[in-house]
């Protein structure tokens, strides 16, 4: 396998180059105040739109500052990556910038947004191999192609160009807020923002507390903190594909194990409330990791009428997964319920369970067959909708005291997955 040359290790200083070498591609995003977060922590939350980016997420920063450190010789063998979905498509806006050939690996649970997102930044210049159940299922893939061919193999998070690359967010930050967050809240995947973000912070003596943010059903970084090391984890929930990854990195652990930074996980469910606030509210399309930082203020004691700064990154969702987040995000609240419940097969069974059961302001949004047991009894499934989720006590008793037999069907639960 072929790698550029050894540059600069994570600091300060190669941070700050980084910022020059990638002005050209890179925008300036927005730093823009949320009033509906503000309200709700009584801090002075701002947005760090890098959503705005045009590949939609930060990776660009990262992508393209390893790429522009490579020479024509190594640009000339082509470039090889794995990703889930976002720094594809920064590797491939830069493959078409710098005029070289690449070849990305998406695992399957990428969404086809994504996928086409990166043919069409590549402008040719990439193609898009879609493998595997996993982004350590594409790492695999992209290692042995370029140890195969001899292209660069260009990291997601694990290296110091991409990390110094993604630490530009931080200057930036502190330029357009004219000194230092008290509080700096960023998304983790692999741990490439968060380790160059709090490299900056550290070594320039600003005092901001960093919160790094995982999905809980991948939550790689702590898991690397707990063990002393990074670790692969058992099973990894791809329903956050932007940071579903399974094993932080060396060097990004690195950066985190030797600084002060606090680590948060996120339900997915309350991921999907944060992505349907930020979208009603604030008129933001965001993904799932998008939403990561965001959806982790109400979880921090953050102290009145200081400057909070969350990075939304990405803006890549794909529209056909909205009746699923709505779905998590009822559960979420307390708002949807599902029962497997077994009536006697007799006239009025249904209208009894009706009239004596639900609540006024109840509604049953899914009622099925399973199949019937015997001559007697056949259970269905129930999903319930309630107006409020104090509602749901009143419609436990009236259930305890019906005639039927009734299951609650938990989150968790294989037949709640298969549900949702």
């Not at 709090?198 to 903190?225: D, Y």
């Not at 090391?229 to 060396?250: H, I, M, Y």
């Not at 944060?274 to 990791?289: H, V």
């Not at 005639?403 to 037949?415: F, K, R």
Request: glycine content about 10%; overall charge negative.
């Amino acid at each position: 396998m072929t790698n550029a040359p050894p540059l600069a290790p994570v600091s300060a200083d190669a941070i700050e180059q980084s910022a020059a070498r990638v002005a050209d591609v890179v925008l300036r995003t927005p730093l823009e105040p949320s009033r509906r977060l503000s309200r709700l922590t009584g801090a002075r939350v701002w947005l760090k739109r890098e959503d705005l980016q045009p590949v939609r997420s930060y990776k660009i920063r990262g992508a393209y500052n390893f790429l522009s450190q490579l020479d024509e010789a190594t640009l000339a063998r082509g470039v090889v990556c794995a990703s889930a979905g976002n720094h594809g498509q920064g590797v491939a806006l830069a493959c078409a910038r710098l005029r070289t050939q690449g070849r990305i690996y998406v695992p399957k649970t990428t969404p086809r947004q994504k996928r086409d997102r990166i043919a069409n930044l590549g402008e040719g210049a990439v193609e898009v191999v879609v493998g595997g159940d996993t982004y350590e299922d594409a790492s695999r893939a992209a290692a042995a192609n370029a140890a195969r061919t001899g292209a660069t193999l260009a990291p997601a998070f694990d290296d110091p160009r991409t990390i110094n690359g993604q630490g530009t967010i931080a200057a930036e930050i502190v330029e357009q807020l004219g000194g230092s967050p008290a509080v700096l809240v960023v998304p983790v995947g692999g741990g490439g923002l968060l380790a160059g973000a709090s490299t900056w912070l550290h070594e320039r003596g600003h005092g901001t507390r960093i919160v790094g943010v995982e999905p809980s059903g991948a939550a790689c970084m702590a898991a690397a903190v707990a063990a002393g090391g990074p670790v692969d984890l058992e099973t990894v929930d791809t329903f956050v594909d932007g940071a579903a990854v399974g094993r932080a990195g060396d060097h990004t652990f690195a950066a985190v194990r030797d600084l002060d930074v606090d680590l948060l996980t996120v339900t997915e469910g309350r991921l999907c409330t944060e992505m349907l606030d930020l979208y009603q509210s604030d008129g933001i399309i965001a993904e799932p990791a998008g939403a990561l930082a965001t959806a982790a203020l109400g979880s921090l004691d953050l102290a009145p009428d200081t400057d909070v700064v969350c990075v939304v990154s990405g803006g890549n969702n794909d529209v056909s997964r909205y009746g699923e987040i709505l779905e998590r995000s009822l559960v979420d609240r307390g708002l949807k319920h599902y029962f497997l419940v077994s009536f006697p097969q007799e006239p009025g069974a249904l209208r009894r369970f009706l009239d004596e059961v639900l609540g006024p302001d109840d509604d049953i949004t899914l009622f099925e067959y399973v199949k019937r047991n015997n001559r007697e009894t056949g259970p269905a499934l129930i999903g319930i909708e309630l107006a409020d989720p104090g509602d749901l006590s009143g419609l436990l008793d009236r259930l305890a005291t019906s005639p039927v037999s009734v299951e609650p069907v938990e989150p968790g639960s294989p037949l709640f997955h298969f549900l949702i």
